[in-house]
C-alpha cells in the first residue's frame, strides 16, 4: 500500500507561485508514474502533469510553459512549480501515484488563486 501526502496549497496572487509536494510512504517496492489532477469549483477532475520514473514527462495544455514536475525518487516525493498561476488555477490538486499497476491517491491540497 501507498500513503500519499500533499501540501504546499494556499492563496496566492495571480502571477504568483507555488509549490505543491507529495510524498510517498508505506510499503511499496518501487512507484512508476506520479502526478498530479486538480478539481476545480463547479467543474470535472483533470490531468495537470505526470513524470515517469525515468523523468519522462507530461503535461496538461493549459499548464504548459508554466507548470514543472518533478521527482525525487531517492525521497519518493514528486513535486509541482506553480508559476504565473492564473485564477483559474484554483482547484483542489490531488497526487497520484501507481505501483504495480494499482493507483493510489492522496487527499488532496487546496489552491486559490486570487487578489
Known amino acids: 500500500q501507498v500513503q500519499l501526502q500533499a501540501s504546499g496549497g494556499g492563496l496566492v496572487q495571480p502571477g504568483g507561485s507555488l509549490r505543491l509536494s507529495c510524498v510517498a510512504s508505506?510499503?511499496?517496492?518501487?512507484?512508476?508514474?506520479m502526478g498530479w489532477y486538480r478539481r476545480a469549483p463547479g467543474k470535472q477532475r483533470e490531468m495537470v502533469s505526470f513524470?515517469?520514473?525515468?523523468?519522462?514527462?507530461d503535461y496538461a495544455d493549459s499548464v504548459k510553459g508554466r507548470f514543472t514536475i518533478s521527482r525525487d525518487n531517492a525521497k519518493n516525493t514528486v513535486y509541482l512549480q506553480m508559476n504565473r498561476v492564473k485564477p483559474e488555477d484554483t482547484a483542489v490538486y490531488y497526487c497520484?501515484?501507481?505501483?504495480?499497476?494499482?493507483?493510489?491517491w492522496g487527499q488532496g491540497t487546496l489552491v486559490t488563486v486570487s487578489s
Open positions: 508505506g510499503r511499496f517496492i518501487s512507484i512508476n508514474n
Open positions: 497520484t501515484a501507481d505501483e504495480n499497476l494499482t493507483d493510489f
Open positions: 513524470i515517469g520514473r525515468d523523468g519522462s514527462t
